[in-house]
C-alpha cells in the first residue's frame, strides 16, 4: 500500500517534469503566439484541449506551465533548503538558549505563511517570477531549520559522533561528514513536501497576477482567465486545475512514500 | 503556572516586535524615494521635501519606526497614500467579511476532519479509512481557487443554487448575507479539513499506542467508547496546536478566497493595494493579519498550559 504509494507520485512527479522537458523541444502549436488560431475553442481537433481567449492552444500552455511550475518550486525549495538545513545544524549544536533563541524566531517566521510573504514582497519589488520564488523560499526555511534540527539532535548523541569528538575532528567537518549524510532523508522528504506547498502557492500568487507574469503560461494565471469566460466555456477552468492537483498530489506522495521507505519507524506519524 | 503565563505572554510580545519590525523594514525597502513614487516624475525639489516630511520618510529609519508602532498602539494605521483616508477607517467594513469567512471556514474544517479523521484512524487498514486518508490526500492538492471555481460554475452558473459572488451586509439582509457567504464558506473548510484530516489522524493515532487506551480495551470497551472518552479529551492538546498552525494558512487561504468570490473582505483590500502600490495600507494589513495569527498562537501556548495537567505539575516539581 505505502509502496504504492511512492510508485504513483513518482508517476506523477515523472509526467510533470516530461511534460516541461517536451515543451522545451515540441508543442502542439505555439504556447505564446497571441491570436495564432481561432478564440474560445472547445476541446476537439486540432486543438485536443480547445483554445484560450486569446486563440492559443490550452494543451500547449498546460505543457509549458508545467516549467513554471518546477522552475519556481527547485528555485524556492533550494533556497529554504541552502539556509535552512545549515541553520537547522547550527540551531542543533548551539548551547540551550541560543537554540531557543533561534527557535523562538523560526516560531515568529511561521506566522509569515508563503502567499502574505510574498504579497507583501510583491507591493514593494513588484509582482514577478523572482519574487514569488524568493519568498515562497524565504517563508519555507523555517520548515528546514526545524526538521534538520530534530535530525541533527539526534545524530549529535550518537556515539559515532562521540568518537569523532574524541579523535579532535573538527566540527565543521563532523557537520559534514556525520551530520549531513545522516539526515539527508529527512531533508528529502522535507523537501518533497515544501516542492508541492511552493507549487500550490505558485499557482494562487499566478492566479492573483502577482506571479508569473502575463506572457509566460502557467497553470495558476490560467484558472485566473479561465474563470472571466466560466459562463460560456467551463472546460477552460478544467484543465490547469487538474495539471496542478496531480503536480502536488504527485510531491506530496513521493514525499511521503519516501518517509516510509526511508525510515519504518516515522511510519503512521503525520 | 503563573510564571509559564507570564512567560508566553513575554514571547508573544517579543514576536510582536519582531514581526512588526520586519514588515517595516521590508515595507520601508522600496527602491527609490518614495515621495517621488507617490507624486510623478513632474514634482519639483520643494515639493519632493514637502512630502517626505510629510509622510516622515526625511527621518531617521527607527525613529520612524517607533513612530509607526507609538501610532498603532494608539489606533492609528497612518492614511492611505491615494485615497488619503485613514487605513483603520478603510478596513473597518473589511474585517466583519474576513471574520465570517475565516472563523466559518476553521468551524466546518473541524466538523468534517474530526470525525474523518478518527475513521481513518481506527479503520487504517480497511476500505473506509483507506478511502479517507486517499481522499484527504487528493484534497490537500487541489488548489482552494480551483475548487471555488468549479463550485461558482456549478452552484452558481449551472444550478443558479446559489450567488456565484458578491456580498451583503448581514445588517442588511441576514439571509442573502449567508447565502453569499455558503460557498466560499465551504471552499475554504473543505480544503482546509483535508489538510486537518491528516492531523487528526495522527493525534488519534498517538491515543491508539497508549497504555490507558489498550487498557480500556482489554476491559472490555468498544474501539468507538475507548476513543470518545480518553481519545478525544487527550487527541485534544495535539490539535488545538494544529489548529493554530492552521489558522496561519486558513487567514491566508482567505485572502485567494475572497479574491475567487469578489468579497469585499481584507484580502481584497490587500490585493487592490499592492496594485496601486499603497505601502501603507499594504503594511496595516499585514501588520493585522500576522498580529492575528501570533495572538492565536499565544492563545493556543496558554491554553496548553491550562488544559494539560501535566505541564503545570511540571512547573510545581
Known amino acids: 500500500m505505502k509502496r504504492a504509494e511512492l510508485w504513483v507520485g513518482l508517476a506523477l512527479v515523472t509526467a510533470v517534469v516530461a511534460m516541461a522537458l517536451v515543451s522545451f523541444v515540441w508543442t502542439p502549436f505555439d504556447a505564446t503566439a497571441v491570436g495564432s488560431g481561432p478564440r474560445l475553442q472547445s476541446p476537439g481537433l486540432p486543438h485536443v484541449l480547445g483554445t484560450d481567449h486569446m486563440g492559443i492552444d490550452i494543451f500547449s500552455r498546460i505543457l509549458v506551465g508545467a516549467r513554471s511550475a518546477l522552475y519556481v518550486g527547485i528555485i524556492a525549495v533550494g533556497i529554504a533548503a541552502l539556509v535552512g538545513v545549515p541553520l537547522g545544524i547550527l540551531a542543533a549544536w548551539l548551547p540551550r538558549w541560543g537554540a531557543e533563541a533561534m527557535m523562538r524566531a523560526t516560531d515568529v517566521a511561521y506566522a509569515f505563511p508563503a502567499l502574505l510573504l510574498a504579497i507583501l514582497l510583491a507591493a514593494v519589488f513588484g509582482a514577478s517570477t523572482e519574487t514569488a520564488m524568493v519568498a515562497i523560499g524565504i517563508a519555507t526555511i523555517p520548515a528546514f531549520i526545524r526538521v534538520t534540527r530534530a535530525g541533527a539532535l539526534s545524530v549529535l548523541a550518537s556515539d559515532y559522533v562521540l568518537a569523532a569528538r574524541a579523535a579532535g575532528t573538527p566540527a565543521p567537518a563532523i557537520a559534514v561528514r556525520h551530520v549531513l549524510p545522516n539526515v539527508a532523508h529527512l531533508i528529502g522528504v522535507q523537501a518533497s513536501v515544501s516542492f508541492a506547498m511552493a507549487i500550490l502557492a505558485e499557482a494562487a500568487l499566478s492566479y492573483l497576477g502577482l506571479g508569473t507574469p502575463p506572457t509566460v503560461p502557467s497553470w495558476g494565471r490560467m484558472l485566473g482567465d479561465a474563470q472571466t469566460y466560466l459562463f460560456g466555456h467551463p472546460t477552460q477552468a478544467l484543465w490547469p486545475g487538474l495539471a496542478i492537483a496531480a503536480a502536488v498530489l504527485g510531491f506530496n506522495l513521493v514525499g511521503d512514500g519516501l518517509r516510509d521507505f526511508l525510515d519504518p519507524k516515522l511510519r503512521e506519524v503525520a | ?317
Open chain 2, 1 to 317: 503556572m503563573f510564571r509559564q503565563l507570564l512567560g508566553r505572554l513575554g514571547i508573544f510580545l517579543l514576536s510582536l516586535v519582531a514581526a512588526s519590525f520586519a514588515i517595516f523594514v521590508i515595507t520601508q525597502a522600496l527602491p527609490g524615494d518614495v515621495a517621488a513614487v507617490i507624486l510623478g516624475h513632474g514634482a519639483t525639489p520643494e515639493q519632493l521635501a514637502a512630502k517626505r516630511a510629510e509622510l516622515g520618510t526625511d527621518r531617521p529609519f527607527l525613529v520612524q519606526y517607533l513612530e509607526w508602532v507609538t501610532a498603532m498602539l494608539g489606533g492609528d494605521f497612518g492614511r492611505s497614500w491615494f485615497s488619503h483616508l485613514p487605513v483603520t477607517t478603510l478596513m473597518a467594513p473589511r474585517l466583519g467579511v474576513t471574520g465570517s469567512l475565516v472563523s466559518g471556514g476553521l468551524l466546518l474544517a473541524v466538523l468534517i476532519a474530526l470525525p474523518l479523521g478518527a475513521v481513518a484512524a481506527l479503520r487504517r487498514r480497511q476500505w473506509p479509512g483507506l478511502l479517507t486518508s486517499a481522499t484527504a490526500q487528493v484534497g490537500m492538492a487541489i488548489p482552494a481557487f480551483w475548487a471555488g471555481i468549479i463550485l461558482v460554475f456549478v452552484f452558481g452558473v449551472l444550478l443558479r443554487w446559489l450567488p456565484p459572488n458578491g456580498y451583503v451586509p448581514l445588517g442588511r439582509d441576514p439571509g442573502r448575507w449567508a447565502s453569499h457567504l455558503v460557498l466560499p464558506v465551504v471552499t475554504l473548510g473543505v480544503i482546509q479539513a483535508a489538510v486537518l484530516v491528516r492531523y487528526v489522524r495522527s493525534a488519534f493515532l498517538e491515543v491508539l499506542a497508549e497504555d490507558y487506551y489498550r487498557t480500556a480495551r482489554s476491559i472490555g470497551w468498544t474501539k468507538w467508547r475507548a476513543l470518545s472518552r480518553h481519545g478525544i479529551r487527550n487527541a485534544s492538546l495535539s490539535l488545538v496546536t494544529v489548529l493554530g498552525l492552521q489558522l496561519a494558512s486558513v487567514i491566508v487561504g482567505a485572502i485567494v478566497i475572497e479574491r475567487v468570490f469578489v468579497l469585499p473582505g481584507l484580502g481584497s483590500l490587500l490585493l487592490d493595494a499592492v496594485a496601486t502600490n499603497d505601502l501603507v495600507v499594504v503594511r496595516g494589513i499585514t501588520m493585522v493579519l500576522v498580529f492575528a495569527v501570533l495572538l492565536i498562537n499565544a492563545a493556543v501556548d496558554i491554553s496548553y498550559v491550562l488544559i494539560d495537567p501535566r505541564l503545570r505539575a511540571r512547573e510545581a516539581s
